[in-house]
């Protein structure tokens, strides 16, 4: 069975950083785009950043300059290196993936990890 299990959120001061984690398991063949996502209280779930497999990466532009995705293929695991973190930031982060798995290929979220930022 393929999951998503995403690690590192927690408590930060403003200013402050934290590094997501996301390890995809199962019986996978191979991963495609691995992103982050984020959902606000309130507010509907954005895209945060993104991968592809070849390591072509976007940014929303709210996070530009201050946070860095990143990838290991042979692990199956996705990062977010996030620095200067403000109040805005506070939301639920979700891992994203599209996984190839024979039967059970498809595009694939995590639980989400929460990241509060917070004097």
């Known amino acids: 069975q393929v999951q998503l299990v995403e690690s590192g959120g927690g408590l930060v001061q403003p200013g402050g950083s934290l590094r997501l984690s996301c390890a995809a398991s199962g019986s996978i063949f191979g991963i495609g785009t691995m992103g982050w996502y984020r959902q606000a209280p309130g507010k509907e779930r954005e895209l945060v950043a993104r991968?592809?497999?070849?390591?072509?990466?976007n940014y929303a532009d709210s996070v530009k300059g201050r946070f860095t995705i990143s990838r290991e293929n042979a692990k199956g695991t996705v990062f977010l290196q996030m620095n200067s973190l403000n109040p805005g930031d506070t939301a639920v982060y979700y891992c994203?993936?599209?996984?190839?798995?024979?039967?059970?290929?498809?595009?694939?979220w995590g639980k989400g990890s929460l990241v509060t930022v917070s004097s």
């Open positions: 991968i592809t497999a070849t390591g072509t990466t």
């Open positions: 994203n993936a599209d996984v190839y798995s024979g039967s059970e290929s498809g595009n694939y």
